[in-house]
């Protein structure tokens, strides 16, 4: 079985997606064989008819992925809303045995598996489990992505308890900043007051689009080794 890494964000807007990608491209680029998973992807476009799923893409063209988009993406939906939302709308239930499925597909086949959730850990994805039980029933150690700026100390250490109260395994935080910041007073002291609670991976830089992406550090990635 694939070792397995639930990558949350302590909200929306985060980075997530951002900093999944690097991993996965940067796992790529160490010679690791890494499958990416997308369960649930909300506010898709529709191109042609069908339901785009951006992010989910995106982690497929980082990792350098020949698996099926609807293996690394078993549920989409238009409406840019929480999964449960979005899919009751949609007049669907996400069922979890599904997604446990696709997962299960995906970990014969590669020796890393990342999974990029949806907002935070407690994101309902129907009307009895939310992302902290798919992580939980996956066995997959989690990977918290935070938006370095005023406030993510209480973000980042709220998603930390709620993680240890389920006896889900944090591998650590990724500090990201996903927009220049307006606060750095915040920002010098952020990394090292999380770093009371939980170990912090990585700072990522700011990256307008365009730039060279960052790179990770060596250390970080040791911890999907």
């Known amino acids: 079985m694939a ?14 997606t951002f900093v999944s990608t690097l991993i996965a491209r940067s796992l790529k680029a160490g010679g690791i064989d890494a499958g990416v998973m997308k369960p649930v992807e909300t506010g898709c476009a529709e191109v042609e008819g069908s339901l785009v799923p951006a992010d989910a893409v995106a982690l497929k063209e980082a990792a350098g992925s020949n698996d099926p988009l609807d293996i690394i993406n078993p549920y989409r939906f238009s409406p840019p809303l929480s999964p449960n939302v979005a899919a009751r709308l ?17 970990s014969a ?22 992302m902290a039980d798919l992580a939980q029933r996956l066995k997959m150690r989690l990977v918290i992505v935070a938006a370095s ?20 395994g944090i591998a650590g935080v ?19 007051e999380i770093e009371r609670y ?25 911890v999907f080794k």
């Open 109 to 130: 086949v590669h020796e890393i598996i990342l999974v990029e959730g949806a907002g935070g850990l407690l994101v309902p994805l129907n009307n009895d489990h939310t």
């Open 198 to 222: 939980a170990p912090v991976l990585a700072e990522v830089p700011y990256t307008p689009t365009g730039e060279t992406l960052p790179k990770l550090p060596e250390a970080l990635l040791k």
């Open 90 to 106: 949609s007049g669907v239930e996400i069922d979890l045995n599904r997604i446990e499925s696709a997962f299960k597909t995906l």
């Open 149 to 168: 700026r005023l406030g993510v100390i209480n973000h980042a250490l709220l998603t930390c308890e709620c993680a240890r109260s389920r006896g889900l």
């Open 3 to 16: 070792r397995a890494f639930f990558i949350t964000g302590t909200d929306t807007n985060v980075g997530k």
């Open 174 to 192: 990724i500090l990201n900043n996903p927009s220049p910041s307006e606060d750095g007073l915040s920002v010098r002291y952020n990394r090292s």
